[in-house]
């Protein structure tokens, strides 16, 4: 078996373990941005379905590329401009990404009305950077209620990409506020059962806090073109 079926079987055996630990729910999101589809076949062979993808272009690419594994689905985690979002709502089965409603609305009028609704998160600026995505903690709850009324999209839950930091007390902070918002939501909307938090560096802390979806690509694929500015550690 190659590297990254190994990888995929050892990632998922890393989340079991960690959602016995903490009497969680954790699911694998593959995320294979930059990757070539034959790595995502590779992964879909070792038993993975989920796949996460940033950029649209090679996103839609790649489902094209790819139609005949009829069972993979196909998540939108990057930012979104608003010319780009009719392919991502032809394509995609999940926009992770939402941080406006005029997004949300575009997704919504241009969802196929073959596909059945959109899945979708609200991205969480939980870090409130400047320059990050996403909604501040403050503006969540209008923006689900908008969200919430559309027709082709299924509100699913949150999705957030905290500051890049050491310091482990201050991350579990920010997730623990991201599980509180999540908490809050789910009581008001029946659709919401996903909270999508965690990547390699931080699976267990977001585990740990209630991520029912750890986004994961170093751990699985390797490292990508574009070096980190962090080193990512390996759990
Ligand atoms: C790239 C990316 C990931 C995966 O990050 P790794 O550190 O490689 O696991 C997860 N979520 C988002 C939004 C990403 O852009």
Known sequence: MTDIGQNILSVKAQINDLNQQYQQNAELLAVSKTKPKEDVITAY?????????????????KIAALQSYTDIEWHFIGPLQSNKTKPVAEYFDWVQSIDRLKIAKRLNDQRPANKGPLNVCIQVNISNEANKSGVVLEELEALAQQVAQLPELKLRGLMAIPLKTHDTMELSEMFIALQKAFINLKDKYPTIDTLSMGMTADMQLAIKNGSTMVRIGTAIFGAREKPNSKKTEDL
């Open 45 to 61: 062979h070792a038993g993975q379905r989920k796949f996460g993808e940033n950029y649209v272009q090679e996103g839609v690419e």
